[in-house]
């Protein structure tokens, strides 16, 4: 997607990143999804998932996403509580980002999974699902712009929507961050007003792993845990081969079965090796 020949109005505007050293993470239960609340050093800000301010039972029922709200939005979910809001009408509002921030003037918040700690070097990455959600609500909390200019960054922003629709990338397909940052200046929105945070859930479950048996994972924005390349590799490699004596152990169930299982778990880590672009796995 080429940038447009006109500079933006933003242009100059930076994204506010929160690395996991610049929030304290507390853990009230075993729950990664959302036994956890973070405090923002610098500002106070409280965070957790959305989840949070679902009821279970419609968690089940809703097609939800996973995102991140703050004190902006537990100070909503209280009004609409003590008002005659349905409790489902309540989750529904807080199931979907954009109808979240639809519904009240509320902060935007990103996750950034950080890379492998083998390859440190790497960007961290953002689901491009989410990106798809948060751009035109950040539209939407900028100053206006004209006509013109706004015509032309939504034609831009609908092909780039297609391009990823077009590749068939999933949910759980992701960008490196510096890409993101150079799709906001494209599409000329003020990135100040969106908060990038090292994700929590990668944080808790890489504190699992070195203290027990673990892997490093997280939640796509619809919900599937998934975890990065390497994590998938050694994820398949320590559950489906380690400890079984492909030799000596044969399948009292089926004929030939442990020559056909060798040969799905093989094309398996095949596919997850020769992958090179998306490096996140359900």
Request: net charge negative; with cysteine.
């Amino acid at each position: 997607m080429a940038p447009p020949s006109q500079p933006g109005m933003y242009d100059n505007t930076e994204i506010n990143t929160v690395a996991c050293t610049e929030y304290l993470l507390h853990e009230f239960s075993n729950n990664a999804m959302t036994g956890w609340e973070l405090t923002i050093k610098s500002n106070g800000r409280k965070i957790r998932t959305n989840l949070y301010l679902m009821d279970s039972a419609e968690i089940k029922k809703l097609s939800c996403q996973f995102f991140i709200v703050d004190d902006v939005d537990f100070g909503e979910y209280d009004k609409l509580m003590a008002g005659t809001m349905e409790t489902k009408d309540i989750s529904k509002i807080f199931s979907d980002m954009k109808l979240c921030g639809k519904h009240h003037n509320r902060n935007l918040y990103l996750r950034c999974v950080p890379p492998c700690q083998l390859y440190l070097e790497e960007d961290h990455r953002i689901f491009v699902q989410d990106i798809v959600e948060i751009i035109p609500l950040i539209w939407e909390k900028q100053a206006p712009k004209n006509s013109k200019r706004l015509f032309s960054d939504k034609r831009h922003f609908n092909a780039l929507c297609r391009s990823w629709e077009s590749e068939k990338k999933h949910l759980e397909h992701t960008i490196p961050l510096h890409e993101f940052k150079r799709i906001l200046k494209i599409l000329d929105c003020d990135a100040s007003l969106v908060t990038v945070i090292e994700d929590p859930l990668s944080m808790i479950t890489q504190e699992e792993m070195l203290q027990e048996v673990g892997f490093v994972r997280t939640c796509a924005p619809n919900l599937t845990v998934v975890m990065n390349q390497h994590q998938s590799l050694f994820f398949v490699f320590h559950n489906l081969v380690n400890g079984v004596n492909w030799r000596n152990e044969m399948c009292k169930e089926h004929v030939n079965c442990n020559a056909k299982l060798q040969t799905k778990i093989l094309k398996l880590l095949y596919e997850i090796v020769k992958n090179k672009e998306v490096s996140i796995f359900p």
